[in-house]
């Protein structure tokens, strides 16, 4: 990999490690972020998987255990390394250590087995937590500079000429591509390492499913689509046929029981009549997240028809149906394929989603692709180049190739603050990979800086760059 992003490194040196890391500048948890988007996240790694715990002990997670759906404890069957002791059980997270005596951890029996309690929230006073046995739990508390980059919603910079157009102007196209091209590799390397990570607490395969369903959910119902696919693991679905599959990928999204039956058309209550005969058999496994405060949360008000999440379910039925032949190109890096595999995702069909948007829509008058050239091309930069690059150092190269295909409001944003009415802006928007640096650029300066542009650091370090 070092030898594939040879400019990541310099980026990040040029950086300076200036805003690395979205921790700085929160004094708290985003209201945005709920209770189950929390426990998303830490399901994901994305908290890491080394902490310190209240009473000062090297706590390691070996094992994140399975996404308890019953009643008891969060997190089931999990592994701790605790010094030299290996400790197995369950994990219990709280938005504060209070809650664990507040909803009567306390007492229940079934927390007997919890071995790590994890929270945001504390008072001054130091909280202990404790079973029904009266054995004291280890304790580690959740701070927001933990979390990965992205894991927080980015905002959107002020749409106009920054400073830094000036000394790029000055600049040899030759030295910006270096920057571009050195800022897209930057890029990627994080993606890869947070892939990687995700790799190492779920497997390849659970890992490669949760993000290609994560780009189904388009900007806006990522998380959402992550946390379905963290409750019901490609192996759990795997065992299931095709209906079974559908009934409760549509049932614990909270959308199969959100229609009603009567207001639909014939063609979807034939669908729907398909679904319901399974879910009634799988439902009770299910009932807790069933309910309001657990159910993923969608958004839907301003998503174009073919973006609505039910269709990207769809999408996500469809692409486990052919699972074998998409993941055979992505199982190792010998057997990369572009071809093979862009050729897999945009031969999708759904004998029902392919001329729907939602279950309440009438059918479309032709089929519809499930997944279009964008979002496969989206699946590259974001799943595909970040697992195998790594693996395959000449990887990079392919992905330099890519075309740009989707047009973007943040790289407009972003060239536009750049480079003005530079003729130049256009060539360093033709490939994916120039997108992605000015997207790196963007993210590391633009949204981190509060001072209108007055205060920000980047113009100043292109003489760093140019030097």
Same mark, same amino acid.
């Given at each position: 990999?070092?030898?594939?992003?040879?400019?990541?490194?310099?980026?990040?040196?040029?950086?300076?490690?200036?805003?690395?890391?979205?921790?700085?500048?929160?004094?708290?948890?985003?209201?945005?972020?709920?209770?189950?988007?929390?426990?998303?996240?830490?399901?994901?790694? *994305?908290?890491?998987?080394?902490?310190?715990?209240?009473?000062?002990?090297?706590?390691?997670?070996?094992?994140?255990?399975?996404?308890?759906?019953?009643?008891?404890?969060?997190?089931?069957?999990?592994?701790?390394?605790?010094?030299?002791?290996?400790?197995?059980?369950?994990?219990?997270?709280?938005?504060?250590?209070?809650?664990?005596?507040?909803?009567?951890?306390?007492?229940?029996?079934?927390?007997?087995?919890?071995?790590?309690? @994890?929270?945001?929230?504390?008072?001054?006073?130091?909280?202990?937590?404790?079973?029904?046995?009266?054995?004291?739990?280890?304790?580690?508390?959740?701070?927001?500079?933990? @979390?990965?980059?992205?894991?927080?919603?980015?905002?959107?910079?002020?749409?106009?000429?920054?400073?830094?157009?000036?000394? @790029?102007?000055?600049?040899?196209?030759?030295?910006?591509?270096?920057?571009?091209?050195?800022?897209?590799?930057?890029?990627?390397?994080?993606?890869?390492?947070?892939?990687?990570?995700?790799?190492?607490?779920?497997?390849?395969?659970?890992?490669?499913?949760?993000?290609?369903?994560?780009?189904?959910?388009?900007?806006?119902?990522?998380?959402?689509?992550?946390?379905?696919?963290?409750?019901?693991?490609?192996?759990?679905?795997?065992?299931?046929?095709?209906?079974?599959?559908?009934?409760?990928?549509?049932?614990?999204?909270?959308?199969?029981?959100?229609?009603?039956?009567?207001?639909?058309?014939?063609?979807?209550?034939?669908?729907?009549?398909?679904?319901?005969?399974?879910?009634?058999?799988? #439902?009770?496994?299910?009932?807790?997240?069933?309910?309001?405060?657990?159910?993923?949360?969608?958004?839907?008000?301003?998503?174009?028809?073919?973006?609505?999440?039910?269709?990207?379910?769809?999408?996500?039925?469809?692409?486990?149906?052919?699972?074998?032949?998409?993941?055979?190109?992505?199982?190792?890096?010998?057997?990369?394929?572009?071809?093979?595999?862009?050729?897999?995702?945009?031969?999708?069909?759904?004998?029902?989603?392919?001329?729907?948007?939602?279950?309440?829509?009438?059918?479309?008058?032709?089929?519809?692709?499930?997944?279009?050239?964008? #979002?496969?091309?989206?699946?590259?930069?974001?799943?595909?180049?970040?697992?195998?690059?790594?693996?395959?150092?000449?990887?990079?190269?392919?992905?330099? *190739?890519?075309?740009?295909?989707?047009?973007?409001?943040?790289?407009?944003?972003?060239?536009?603050?750049?480079?003005?009415?530079?003729?130049?802006?256009?060539?360093?928007?033709?490939?994916?990979?120039?997108?992605?640096? @000015?997207?790196?650029?963007?993210?590391?300066?633009?949204?981190?800086?509060?001072?209108?542009?007055?205060?920000?650091?980047?113009?100043?370090?292109?003489?760093?760059?140019?030097?």
């Amino acid at each position: 990999m070092a030898a594939a992003l040879s400019l990541a490194s310099r980026y990040h040196a040029f950086t300076n490690s200036v805003f690395d890391g979205i921790g700085e500048n929160l004094p708290g948890w985003s209201e945005s972020l709920s209770e189950l988007d929390l426990q998303s996240l830490w399901f994901a790694g *994305e908290f890491g998987n080394e902490f310190t715990s209240m009473d000062g002990k090297r706590i390691m997670v070996r094992d994140f255990g399975i996404w308890n759906h019953a009643a008891g404890p969060d997190f089931t069957g999990c592994a701790l390394q605790c010094g030299d002791e290996i400790l197995r059980g369950d994990i219990e997270l709280d938005p504060d250590v209070r809650d664990w005596e507040r909803h009567g951890h306390g007492g229940n029996e079934n927390y007997e087995r919890v071995v790590l309690h @994890l929270f945001m929230q504390a008072p001054e006073a130091r909280m202990f937590t404790r079973t029904a046995a009266h054995r004291e739990v280890t304790q580690v508390w959740l701070k927001p500079e933990m @979390l990965r980059d992205a894991a927080q919603p980015r905002r959107m910079a002020e749409a106009r000429l920054g400073r830094c157009a000036t000394p @790029l102007s000055e600049m040899e196209s030759a030295q910006v591509s270096s920057l571009v091209e050195a800022a897209a590799q930057f890029r990627l390397r994080r993606k890869s390492e947070k892939l990687h990570a995700l790799i190492r607490i779920h497997g390849r395969e659970q890992a490669v499913y949760q993000s290609l369903a994560n780009a189904l959910g388009y900007r806006h119902n990522q998380r959402a689509f992550t946390i379905l696919t963290q409750r019901l693991p490609l192996k759990v679905l795997l065992k299931h046929d095709a209906p079974e599959r559908e009934a409760l990928l549509f049932g614990v999204s909270g959308f199969l029981e959100s229609v009603r039956y009567e207001d639909t058309e014939p063609e979807t209550r034939a669908y729907l009549r398909v679904m319901w005969s399974c879910w009634w058999k799988l #439902r009770n496994a299910y009932v807790n997240w069933l309910e309001e405060p657990n159910r993923p949360r969608w958004q839907i008000a301003g998503a174009r028809p073919g973006n609505h999440p039910q269709r990207r379910l769809g999408a996500l039925c469809a692409l486990l149906d052919s699972w074998k032949k998409v993941f055979a190109a992505l199982r190792t890096p010998k057997a990369w394929s572009r071809k093979g595999f862009t050729a897999a995702l945009l031969a999708l069909e759904h004998e029902y989603w392919s001329r729907h948007y939602t279950l309440m829509s009438e059918p479309a008058t032709k089929s519809v692709a499930l997944i279009g050239d964008t #979002r496969v091309q989206e699946m590259l930069a974001n799943v595909v180049y970040p697992l195998l690059v790594p693996e395959r150092g000449d990887l990079w190269a392919e992905f330099m *190739e890519l075309p740009a295909l989707l047009d973007n409001q943040k790289v407009r944003r972003a060239a536009l603050r750049l480079f003005g009415e530079d003729p130049r802006a256009r060539t360093f928007q033709k490939r994916l990979y120039q997108q992605q640096g @000015l997207l790196q650029i963007y993210e590391d300066y633009c949204l981190e800086d509060d001072s209108a542009c007055e205060g920000c650091p980047f113009p100043e370090k292109m003489k760093e760059w140019r030097a």
